[in-house]
């Protein structure tokens, strides 16, 4: 079984920057070998892709957050992290990290098995 734990949500003025930690641990759970991802999801909207890392450390973002969100992870900790910079009141939401057991890591949510409880983001204007 694979747990994973969201940190470091909160709230903060536009143009202010947090950043997300997502603690994974479980037997034989190894990041260097998953695919892991931030999702996000905002009342009344769709859950929505915001940043994936594969395996081999590539990565890729919603549009939405290019130029302002970065990815990363510290497979010696088994930890995920999201820098969120310029932050917008339109990134209001609940953030999950998610992960799963593949080598490309994309922004489709069923590509995940494993989901984090969440972290509540909010910026005000």
């Known amino acids: 079984q694979v747990q994973l734990v969201e940190f470091g949500g909160g709230s903060v003025q536009a143009g202010g920057s947090l950043r997300l930690s997502c603690a994974a641990s479980?037997?034989?759970?190894?990041?260097?070998?998953?695919?892991m991802g931030w999702f996000r999801q905002a009342p009344g909207k769709e859950r929505e892709g915001v940043a994936a890392i594969s395996r081999d450390r590539s990565t890729s973002y919603a549009d939405s957050v290019k130029g302002r969100f970065t990815i990363s992870k510290d497979n010696a900790k088994n930890t995920l992290y999201l820098q969120m910079n310029s932050l917008k009141p339109e990134d209001t939401a609940m953030y999950y990290c998610?992960?799963?057991?593949?080598?490309?890591?994309?922004?489709?949510?069923?590509?995940?098995?494993?989901w984090g409880q969440g972290t509540q983001v909010t910026v005000s204007s």
């Open positions: 479980g037997y034989s759970f190894n990041s260097y070998y998953m695919g």
């Open positions: 998610a992960a799963h057991f593949g080598v490309v890591a994309g922004l489709e949510g069923d590509e995940y098995k494993y």
